[in-house]
Structures are given as C-alpha cells and as structure tokens.
C-alpha cells in the first residue's frame, strides 16, 4: 500500500524550476520529518531536503542551498520542493520519504526514514 504520492517530476533545461508535491496521510504527515531524496543512475540515494512539520524547521544539502526550498500544506497533508535554476546535475530520481514516529536528525538519512513514495523522475538538460 502506496503511503506517499508524488507528482511533478518532469524534463526541463538547466535554468529553469519545477515543483515536486509528496501527498500523504494525517497520520504520517503530521509531526513528522518529511524529506526529499534523490537517486541518480550509479549513485547512493542522498537526502536534499527535509522539514519537520510539526514546527517548519528545515534542512538543505549544501549542493540546493539557495535554489531548492521545501515547504508544506498542513490542510492537504503534503510537502512541497520547489525546485529552482536547475542544473544538469540535479536530474535523479526523486523520493518522498517520511520518518513515522522516529526520532531523527534533520539531515535526512535513508536509513532513518520508514515510508517512501515511487519516486517521480526529473531530467535537466544542458
């Protein structure tokens, strides 16, 4: 059973935004870290962002501080990260991940993390 629901992936040049949406259930969304993974081919999946959404604090890997922001919608139960002045690097696969009822660091870690959604794929082209 599917507990996280992306949407918003897409392709696009480098330069330009798009905005990922991670919809889920009261219960897993609220007063938990939420975050956004991405995985490129070959590669580990890593944490990019992460808000706790009992309070708004929030974390940013270095590599989208100052173009990626993740925000949420308490009525909608949903996380959002928009994505801006994207680059050719960013384009992964992109995950919704909760951490249900864990104590966890902001920095978001896979491990750490207990629901995930099917991913939704972001390509950006030179």
């Known amino acids: 059973q599917v507990q996280l629901v992306e949407s918003g992936g897409g392709s696009v040049q480098a330069g330009r935004s798009l905005r990922l949406s991670c919809a889920t259930s009261r219960s897993i969304f609220t007063k938990n870290w939420m975050a956004w993974f991405r995985q490129a081919p070959g590669k580990e999946r890593e944490g990019v962002a992460a808000i706790y959404t009992g309070g708004g604090s929030t974390y940013y890997a270095d590599s989208v501080k100052g173009r990626f922001t993740i925000s949420q919608d308490s009525a909608k139960n949903a996380v959002y990260l928009q994505m801006s002045d994207l680059k050719p690097e960013d384009t992964a696969m992109y995950y919704c991940?909760?951490?249900?009822?864990?104590?966890?660091?902001?920095?978001?870690?896979?491990?750490?993390?207990?629901?995930w959604g099917q991913g939704t794929q972001v390509t950006v082209s030179s």
């Open positions: 991940g909760a951490a249900f009822d864990r104590a966890v660091c902001s920095s978001p870690r896979v491990y750490e993390y207990n629901y």
